[in-house]
């Protein structure tokens, strides 16, 4: 099966993926007890211990209920769900009624996109050679140095490095400002302190793959033929000690685009954890679906993506 | 040489224009602010924090009192005076005639009618109207559900500069009620040419003293001054309110004013750091009592007022206060403090363990024997002041109390705010009991749940939690096709008609009556009904009329179970209540603590502290009001900045 026809097979299963986990979503929150669907709950929300008669409330939960869409039985409220999600068209949300979705996300996305390809690019432009050169110098003190900087990534949480960072970059040296988003200066921090997480795991990764690679037959091989060191390590070892790495890069990547909530908090970045976060503590369900869909969306095609540029990688690997 | 001479004129006239030569330098003022869903007057979120007094302005609006409720008092803004009915339902304001748009336009009274009425309208159709003072204008409810025309509703410009408005009812609290957002008018032209933008900086026309220029959401928020704007206010041209982040830290590197301390830990640094101590202020959140509630659950352990006063009596709260909140809170063991014309008059509820045990003696479980686990229920990562409390109860009195962890959104609306709660245990939730501005209700500060939930005996209880289902399952009952569907619903309103009038001859209270008696009467309400369904030509017409009158029934039913189930104590709270609400608010004031002291003697809801505000502020700084209010602590009202050289 060519390639054309294994994307476009892995497409069609991202769709229907996406329609089971819209609706899954959609029946699980309703089924939640304190929900905005139910209507006591509504009326809790809008202040039952006010004066407000019963009719009063009437009129509030039919006007509610009119803008989003909540006046149609379950099953038709997730089927103009999804032909909304079709169109992109998610319509305004409970905690925010100034602001469609779609607006929300369309100003937020591109915040978190760049902060995450500029952390994932940190973390593979110093994990990579930090593993590699780990590997080539085995239980050296090269070795144990660069595991110990990749260790500092995975165990620090990133709330302690961010605000370690801030303490000294910001309010000891005055060299960046403590929060924000859109000049350079203000992105450092924020990228560093997302980037060590799976800068440390690719670092480790990596190590541990060309460690692998290097000890194969075919490696022993292409020494014995009289290959030079360096071109072995490139052209044998590397591409394919590079594969486990894609995959980690693959999950990670989309967990960065949807994570670092806490990290956009702290440092004032305007991007979209933040905005599915609140969506889950404010019962705010249309953002929540919105946001599960987006997340399922960004995990499967980061996936497909993955599973292309293995082919790349791995002449060996076919698409069936 | 002439390119020099060009050269230097540029240089020259853009130095000008900067206001470096003549020495007009920008004067800013960066601070945290809560993060802002939008700029729109008439929801919840810009309610009063943002909206008014900052970029909006309307009737009337606070200015800073340090001695008063909030520690604001109520002043005119655009109100030059007012004159009211004697009935208080008619309030005709003149307009002072200076105001004008941002854009330069006046600010009229007309500005007013066409912004209440849109508000009005079902094409706002989410508006929080419990929030605002639109919800007491005459007509309000018919012409948001869209059975009346907007210009029915009870507001009109007589001329330019005069504001006539009608209430359903009286209403002795109008102007406090006009401080909060939806009482700010928004710019007609604007709104109407792209109504879901146009608040959007850039498009955006205000009438306030500082516009929007810049909205990031999760980022923050740029203001500046309005050169159109004509009242009070300070030197500050542009006003930077940043979205969460590290206050303090950014607070240290010199990109805030001002700080808020967020933690003991925070304090305990700032108070150890020699220059930030220098800057440390303090301020108590008079408005915001954290206490606990009993549940509202079905189990009639909790009808025993003895152990209610027992367990309120053994808390240390001196000790709460100092070793658990680390000093950011004062002990309060009524519901407003002592230092205001209500607290001064409310009785504390005392420390006293000996006591204490003799009444838990005296409720039946004498050293805690006898009495079952309590359930105190949270929700979040943990609670300390919880575990204290528990912890006290305990070791001053023998009494087991667990703790259970629940979910957020279960928490809040099944168990804190619910009307009852089946499966609730007999126990307690957390409760802060705040103002959310100025109005007479708000002055019993959450006490008079006592009123509306508790003191009724379990079967009471469990059939007003049954004739609420019943009620929202009117909704969506199918039938009122035939006179048959009718015929029960008509016995059931004669029972309780005569069961009206029993009410209306042994209550003792002229203002209840009154109330009761307000047209239209909830009989007047279900014959009309009846009425209109004779003549209906389709079957949702039928069903439509048969659904309401089954809800007026309902919810004449729910009061009369809670008027004839309750005892004689919440009826008398519940009469202080309605003579403190027929009074203009200073008098209210006067005859809140009465209410206010019988409910706090039900103990069904016990405070434990007041929160204090604590901040970090650059000495330069002028003019920086605390909000107090619910959704303190922060800063508002932003016209009285100041800078100092």
């Known amino acids: ?320 | 040489m002439r390119k020099g001479y060009l050269l230097m004129f540029v240089l020259v006239s853009l130095l000008l224009l900067s206001g470096v030569i003549n020495g007009q330098k920008e004067v800013v003022v960066s601070l945290p602010y809560w993060d802002t869903a939008g700029l729109t007057p008439y929801y919840w979120q810009a309610q009063h924090i943002l909206a008014q007094g900052t970029i909006f302005e309307g009737l009337y609006g606070y200015a800073p009192d340090p001695k008063g409720l909030g520690g604001v008092k109520v002043v005119p803004v655009i109100a030059q005076s007012v004159t009211v009915s004697k009935d208080y339902k008619t309030w005709t304001f003149k307009l002072r005639k200076d105001k004008k748009w941002s854009n330069g336009d006046p600010v009229t009274a007309k500005d007013f009618e066409w912004s209440f009425r849109y508000y009005s309208s079902p094409k706002i159709p989410d508006l929080p109207a419990w929030a605002g003072p639109l919800q007491f204008f005459e007509n309000f409810w018919a012409v948001k559900s869209g059975a009346l025309p907007e210009t029915e509703l009870g507001v009109k410009a007589l001329d330019d500069y005069t504001l006539q408005i009608k209430l359903s009812q009286p209403r002795y609290d109008m102007k406090e009620w006009l401080c909060v957002a939806q009482g700010v008018p928004i710019h007609r032209k604007t709104v109407e040419a792209d109504p879901a933008n146009w608040w959007k900086p850039g498009k955006i026309v205000v009438n306030g003293p500082y516009i929007p220029v810049s909205f990031t959401p999760g980022k923050e928020l740029v203001l500046v001054k309005n050169k159109n704007y004509v009242g009070e206010v300070g030197n500050v041209d542009k006003i930077i309110l940043k979205f969460g982040g590290l206050g303090l830290q950014a607070f240290q590197a010199g990109e805030l004013d001002a700080a808020m301390i967020n933690s003991v830990g925070e304090l305990k640094y700032v108070k150890a750091n020699p220059e930030l101590a220098k800057l440390l202020k303090e301020d108590v959140m008079d408005c915001f009592w954290q206490g606990y509630q009993w549940s509202r659950g079905f189990d009639p352990l909790s009808d025993n007022k003895k152990l209610r006063q027992a367990l309120a009596m053994a808390i240390d709260r001196e000790k709460l206060c100092n070793e658990v909140l680390g000093g950011r809170a004062l002990p309060l063991a009524k519901y407003w403090p002592s230092g205001n014309p209500i607290g001064d008059k409310l009785k504390d509820i005392p420390f006293d363990v000996a006591t204490a045990k003799k009444l838990l003696a005296e409720a039946g479980f004498p050293d805690g024997k006898g009495l079952k686990t309590l359930v105190f229920y949270i929700t979040g990562g943990g609670d300390p002041v919880v575990e204290f409390v528990v912890d006290q109860w305990k070791k001053n009195l023998g009494v087991n109390c667990i703790i259970e962890n629940i979910e957020s959104g279960l928490y809040w609306n099944s168990y804190v705010w619910a009307n009852y709660t089946p499966d609730a245990k007999a126990g307690f939730t957390t409760i802060g009991a705040p103002m959310n501005n100025l109005e007479i209700g708000a002055l019993f500060k959450n006490s008079d749940h006592t009123v509306w939930f508790y003191d009724y005996p379990v079967s009471v209880r469990k059939r007003i939690y049954e004739l609420y289902q019943e009620l929202d399952a009117w909704l969506r009952k199918d039938g009122g096709l035939t006179e048959a569907d009718w015929k029960p619903l008509i016995e059931k309103r004669n029972t309780l008609y005569a069961n009206f009038q029993k009410i209306l001859q042994t209550e003792p209270e002229k203002l209840w009556k009154e109330e009761l008696t307000r047209p239209p009467v909830w009989y007047e309400q279900f014959d009309e009904l009846y009425e209109k369904w004779k003549s209906a030509k389709t079957n949702a017409e039928k069903t439509s009329y048969w659904r309401s009158a089954g809800r007026v029934l309902t919810d004449q039913e729910l009061f009369q179970t809670g008027y004839f189930g309750a005892n004689k104590t919440r009826h008398e709270a519940y009469r202080w209540r309605l003579r403190a609400v027929n009074r203009p608010f200073d008098e209210a004031i006067k005859i809140v603590p009465y209410g206010l002291q019988i409910m706090q003697d039900q103990y069904f809801m016990v405070p434990l502290y007041l929160a204090k505000a604590q901040w970090v502020q650059n000495p330069k700084l002028e003019g920086l009001m605390l909000y107090k209010f619910s959704w303190g602590p922060g800063f508002f009202n932003f016209k009285y900045l100041n800078m100092k050289d």
Do not use: C
């Open chain 1, 1 to 320: 099966m060519g390639i054309l026809k294994y994307i476009l097979r892995r497409l069609v299963t991202i769709a229907v993926s996406l329609v089971i986990i819209v609706i899954i979503t959609y029946v699980l929150m309703w089924l939640a007890p304190g929900d905005f669907f139910n209507i006591n709950a509504f009326q809790a929300s809008a202040g039952k211990v006010s004066t407000l008669t019963p009719d009063q409330l009437q009129v509030l939960i039919k006007g509610f209920e009119e803008k989003y869409g909540l006046n149609v039985p379950l099953w038709k409220q997730i089927l103009n769900y999804l032909w909304d999600a079709v169109r992109f068209k998610f319509g305004p949300s409970f905690s925010n009624p100034n602001m469609t979705i779609e607006e929300q996300i369309a100003m937020r996305f591109p915040v978190t996109f760049t902060l995450s390809i500029l952390a994932m690019l940190f973390a593979i432009l110093i994990g990579i050679p930090l593993g590699v050169i780990a590997a080539l110098r085995r239980n050296t003190w090269i070795d144990y140095t660069s595991m110990f900087i990749s260790m500092i990534g995975s165990i620090l949480p990133q709330y302690l490095i961010g605000v370690l960072m801030v303490i000294i970059f910001s309010v000891y040296l005055k060299w960046l400002p403590t929060s924000g988003w859109g000049e350079p200066k203000q992105m450092v921090m924020p990228v560093i302190t997302v980037g060590l997480g799976p800068l440390a795991i690719i670092a480790r990764f990596m190590r541990a793959s060309l460690l692998d690679i290097l000890n194969q037959d075919y490696i022993r091989t292409a020494y014995a033929k009289g290959g030079k060191e360096r071109t072995v390590i490139i052209r044998h070892a590397l591409r394919n000690a590079l594969i486990p790495i894609v995959t980690i890069i693959g999950p990670n990547l989309a967990f960065l685009l949807t994570g670092t909530v806490y990290i956009e908090n702290l440092f004032r970045v305007p991007g979209l954890g933040q905005l599915f976060v609140s969506a889950a503590a404010q019962r705010d369900y249309p953002l929540l679906v919105t946001s599960t869909f987006i997340l399922a969306l960004f995990v499967m095609v980061i996936n497909l993506l993955v599973d292309v540029i293995y082919a790349f990688l791995d002449p060996r690997i076919k698409y069936e």
